[in-house]
């Protein structure tokens, strides 16, 4: 049988506290923010149930299946220069902002508009953004990997979907239209990165990668912050 065998190794998920944005991130001060994933000793304990494997996480269709391919193995045994070399190659964009088609513009401007608008995207207004926060990702991490469980996991992917139909069907200020895209864009990566961490088991190497994208973006949360920012000095708020 397959099997992630129970050692671990640190990864850092994020480097900043997360306490609004439902989509994640917003600064309120630099925290390490760390869980564990298994390390990179992957065994199978026969040669069928190495076939097996490569049958289904071995496949094309995964990561996993792609790096075997693509470094020439028949068995699961990760090079760590060779895996990281394959992350960084096969990790794809970090997010990109989302297309401004049939987003829901407001010719609204003001003070008044765009403090609205900071409150739905803050959790602060009925029908705002649910939150999610560095603790409940690492608590749905650390589950998973403790217990197999991956249900705290799934509440977060299903969060982060209902806060994108929330972000595309709520009316948004002119002014925050290019603030609302890169929002869109960093639900949408982080839904899909948790979703490579939910099923690392089954494939190892795409759940690296998501691991990996949703430590680095924090460097988008930060992009993310300056704009909301500005927003508030320039009104005032």
């Known amino acids: 049988m397959f099997s992630l065998k129970a050692s671990t190794t640190?990864?850092?998920?994020?480097?900043v506290v997360i306490v609004i944005l439902a989509v994640g991130?917003?600064?309120?001060?630099?925290?390490?923010?760390?869980?564990t994933a298994p390390s990179a000793d992957i065994t199978v304990d026969s040669a069928a149930d190495n076939a097996n494997y490569l049958a289904t996480a071995g496949s094309s269709a995964t990561y996993t299946g792609r790096y075997l391919k693509e470094y020439d193995l028949t068995f699961p045994a990760p090079d760590q220069l060779e895996l990281d070399e394959f992350i960084e190659q096969n990790r794809g964009p970090l997010y990109e902002p989302a297309s401004p088609d049939?987003?829901?513009v407001s010719q609204a401007r003001g003070?008044?508009?765009?403090?609205?608008?900071?409150?739905f995207i803050s959790g602060r207004s009925e029908n705002s953004l649910q939150l999610i926060t560095s603790e409940s990702i690492e608590d749905g991490f650390n589950q998973l990997l403790d217990t197999g469980d991956p249900a705290l996991l799934d509440q977060l992917i299903d969060t982060l979907e209902q806060n994108e139909s929330r972000l595309r069907d709520t009316a948004i200020?002119?002014?925050?239209?290019n603030l609302h895209l890169k929002i869109i864009g960093v639900t949408v990566s982080l839904r899909?990165?948790?979703t490579l961490m939910r099923d690392i088991d089954i494939d190892y190497v795409g759940g690296l990668i998501g691991a990996r994208n949703t430590d680095d973006l924090s460097a988008a949360f930060d992009d993310i912050a300056f704009d909301i920012g500005q927003l508030i000095k320039k009104y005032d708020l």
Do not use: C, H, M, R
Request: no cysteine.
């Open 10 to 15: 640190s990864l850092i998920i994020g480097s």
């Open 25 to 35: 991130l917003y600064l309120t001060g630099v925290i390490p923010f760390k869980s």
């Open 102 to 104: 049939n987003l829901n």
């Open 111 to 119: 003070s008044q508009a765009i403090s609205s608008y900071l409150d």
């Open 173 to 177: 200020p002119v002014e925050a239209t």
């Open 192 to 194: 899909d990165n948790l």
